[in-house]
């Protein structure tokens, strides 16, 4: 089965500075790879996913992620934060291929973008 | 506009009742998903369903039902044999549950905050 490590639970930071939330999962032949961000008392939005292609990602809120087989990572990055962009942020893995699979959350990393 | 309503947002009960959670899609997606969370545990899987009149038990069904006899809808029920309810339930739809990449993209409800009394 697959799991899901974020490895830090919070990260503080300051306006306009770079970011990156790290993730990271168990192998696997073939993974399709997402990041969701959830603001207060709210659902999850897609922010950016990985199905096959490019390894670099591009989501919304200017927002990226680098897809690493060998190191099987998908590091979230932004060059320039906002404050708007405090919120938590999940990784989450789901095995590759036609059947089924679950879809595998990590932890979450709660950011704090302070001016 | 398309999406995933749950009822209601917050939602308090007494120790010993049953209650149910709406959710209901307008996506047209055939599989939807019930979801707990706790602080500092990410989402955990109760139960999901891949079409009409079926569903499977996730990783944390114990203590919940649901139904499925329509598309657009997947009520979850908290039963009383639930010994830790109070949580923060989401409901999730995809065009499907298997199949390639796209298909398994999952759209999230507002979220329904249960607390038990």
């Known amino acids: 089965a697959q799991s899901v490590t974020q490895l830090d639970s919070q990260v503080p930071v300051f306006e306009e500075a770079p970011v990156e939330l790290r993730c990271n999962y168990s192998?696997?032949?073939?993974?399709?790879l997402f990041w969701y961000v959830q603001y207060p008392n709210q659902g999850l939005q897609l922010l950016l996913k990985?199905?096959?292609?490019?390894?670099l990602v591009k989501g919304i809120n200017g927002f990226e992620a680098e897809f690493n087989k060998s190191q099987t990572s998908f590091h979230l990055r932004k060059p320039s934060v906002h404050i708007s962009d405090t919120a938590e942020y999940f990784c989450?893995?789901?095995?590759?291929?036609?059947?089924?699979?679950?879809?595998?959350f990590g932890q979450g990393t709660i950011l704090t973008v302070h001016p | 506009d398309g999406g995933i309503t749950q009822s209601p947002k917050y939602l308090f009960r007494k120790e010993g009742q049953n209650v149910t959670l709406s959710c209901e899609q307008n996506?047209?997606?055939?599989?939807m998903y019930w979801y707990r969370q706790d602080p500092g545990q990410g989402l955990r899987l109760i139960y999901y369903?891949?079409?009409?009149?079926?569903?499977q038990k996730g990783d944390i069904a114990e203590g919940y039902s649901v139904s499925r006899e329509k598309k657009e809808s997947f009520p979850l029920t908290v039963t009383s044999a639930q010994k830790n309810p109070t949580a923060f339930y989401l409901c999730?739809?995809?065009?499907?549950?298997?199949?390639?990449?796209?298909?398994?993209?999952?759209?999230f409800g507002p979220g329904t905050r249960l607390t038990v009394l």
């Open positions: 369903s891949q079409i009409v009149n079926d569903f």
């Open positions: 192998s696997s032949v073939s993974v399709y």
């Open positions: 989450a893995v789901k095995d590759g291929g036609t059947s089924y699979g679950k879809l595998t």
């Open positions: 990985y199905l096959s292609g490019s390894t």
């Open positions: 996506l047209n997606h055939d599989a």
């Open positions: 999730a739809s995809s065009i499907a549950a298997s199949g390639s990449g796209p298909y398994n993209e999952q759209f």
